[in-house]
């Protein structure tokens, strides 16, 4: 009892420092019919005509009246709330009407899809309950995926948060909600556990190649964690190779991370940052070094399964002594739309209803994290294209469900690694300290409301869930 309280009262402290600090601061025919879209022209006052279905522009125009509406509403929309302040029926009813305008673009019924998209624009909201909220998304994904990108309201649909925006927005998701926090903290517990396994022969030098370090708001807790096993006499070496999409996101890294790490005086610490893309070549290594790949949120951003296998082989070729894999859990074909739409209105309905557990429902900070981080996600999922290359025009995360990952490390290569009582029990006091409103679950067969965590594949793998539904999965590998 003692060591569960010690151990929680570390990881708080951990936890403030993070949060304080600035480091936180057939195929073809589908295809086509996808591609001819309904083109917005102010100078064409025809009717649009499309695939024998005549759509005027009054339709196309009261849509976009009523998505401006919703936008200029500065309260809770009380649309899908009964008399009796029941909202699960009228929730379930704009669930279906999402579905049901999902599946007239699929097919192509432009004049369904825009009565239907001008319905549910009426009755969405940005600030009312999640079922609200994540709709109105989605919506926005749907509308814009009748337009061509040539249109302005095709512009103004999709229009992109600047990069301020959306770093404020992942900061603040960050702090409120364990998502990303659990997955940094296992795969930084599994790091740390490995380096001290081999610290009689590794002098002392951990080497962490970050394969997407991003804001690298994963590596303070790793850094506070080394310097706790250091002294002013016998400091330990870490280095971190981080890849990035720019020069600019690398150096802003950098320059948080080394000021980060100032504070701890028995640590030796180095940033390389190499765009992505970058040959491994020019990589520095240090005798006898602990080096471990880190493939946190990384593999679901490469476009293509070649790719992920050229990834998983160079990583193999490295011979790092651990791997850590962190991925969010689910199954989006990109070959089939609805398939696609389904599982994600699943996923992104847990992720907007898990912040009704972190943030007030009149929260900015809400506001910021779904409309520049979780709804551009989903704009982009459903607005993706697939070019006659089999290459696609429109990022969106390639997210698979851990068997099938687990499958593709262990044909290239890899085996799983247990994962430590010490990781299970640290995700478990995470959870208890950033969960707020609802109760916490550490048991699998135990589906009730709140954030879960449990351990998979024979305590391989650390699962966060939500409810019924699995967010991320964390698991550490070796090559064999």
């Known amino acids: 009892m003692e060591d569960t309280e010690e151990e929680e009262e570390f990881l708080a402290l951990r936890l403030a420092i993070v949060a304080s600090d600035s480091c936180i601061s057939d195929d073809k025919q589908r295809k086509r019919k996808r591609i001819t879209r309904v083109s917005l022209n102010s100078s064409n006052i025809s009717p649009y005509h499309h695939e024998g279905c005549c759509v005027s522009e009054g339709k196309i125009f009261r849509l976009l009246q009523m998505r401006e509406q919703m936008l200029k509403l500065d309260h809770k929309r009380k649309g899908v709330v009964d008399e009796d302040g029941n909202n699960n029926n009228k929730g379930l009813n704009l669930i279906h009407l999402l579905l049901i305008t999902a599946t007239a673009v699929d097919e192509n019924n432009v004049s369904l899809a825009l009565e239907n998209l001008t319905e549910l624009y009426q009755t969405v909201s940005l600030t009312g309950d999640s079922v609200q909220r994540v709709v109105a998304h989605f919506a926005d994904g749907l509308a814009a995926r009748l337009l061509t990108r040539r249109s302005p309201f095709y512009e103004m649909i999709m229009k992109q948060p600047t990069d301020e925006e959306e770093f404020l927005a992942f900061t603040d998701l960050y702090r409120v909600s364990p998502y990303f926090q659990l997955a940094h903290f296992t795969a930084n517990q599994a790091i740390l556990e490995a380096f001290e396994e081999q610290i009689e022969n590794n002098n002392r030098a951990l080497h962490v190649i970050d394969f997407d370090v991003s804001y690298g708001f994963q590596w303070p807790s790793l850094i506070q964690s080394l310097s706790e096993k250091a002294t002013n006499g016998n400091r330990i070496s870490f280095r971190i190779t981080g890849f990035g999409k720019s020069i600019e996101e690398l150096q802003e890294t950098e320059n948080r991370l080394v000021s980060f790490s100032k504070s701890f005086r028995n640590l030796v610490f180095e940033f390389q940052g190499l765009i992505r893309g970058s040959r491994l070549v020019n990589i520095r290594k240090k005798k006898h070094e602990t080096v471990a790949a880190n493939l946190v949120f990384h593999l679901n951003t490469l476009k293509n399964y070649l790719k992920i296998s050229d990834t998983l082989n160079l990583v193999r ?16 074909s990109p070959r089939n739309f609805l398939s696609r739409f389904m ?9 907007f209803d898990s912040l009704d557990d972190c943030l007030p429902q009149e929260s900015n900070k809400r506001l910021s994290i779904e409309k520049n981080y979780l709804g551009k ?18 990022y969106y995360p390639r997210y698979e469900r851990m068997e099938t990952w687990k499958a593709r490390m262990e044909s290239h290569g890899f085996g799983g690694i247990k994962m430590s009582s010490k990781s299970l029990i640290q995700a478990k006091l995470l959870l208890k300290i950033r969960a707020h409103y609802c109760p916490l679950q550490f048991d699998e067969e135990n589906n009730n409301n709140g954030f879960k965590v449990f351990e998979r594949d024979d305590g391989k793998a650390i699962s966060l869930g939500w409810q019924d539904r699995c967010l991320l999965t964390a698991s550490a590998w070796h090559c064999v």
């Open 343 to 351: 599982e994600s209105l699943h996923y992104f309905a847990a992720m």
């Open 317 to 332: 070729s490295i011979k790092p002594t651990i791997v850590t894999l962190v991925e969010q859990e689910g199954s989006r």
């Open 377 to 394: 996600e989903i704009k982009s999922m459903l607005n993706c294209d697939e070019s006659d290359n089999g290459n696609y025009d429109n």
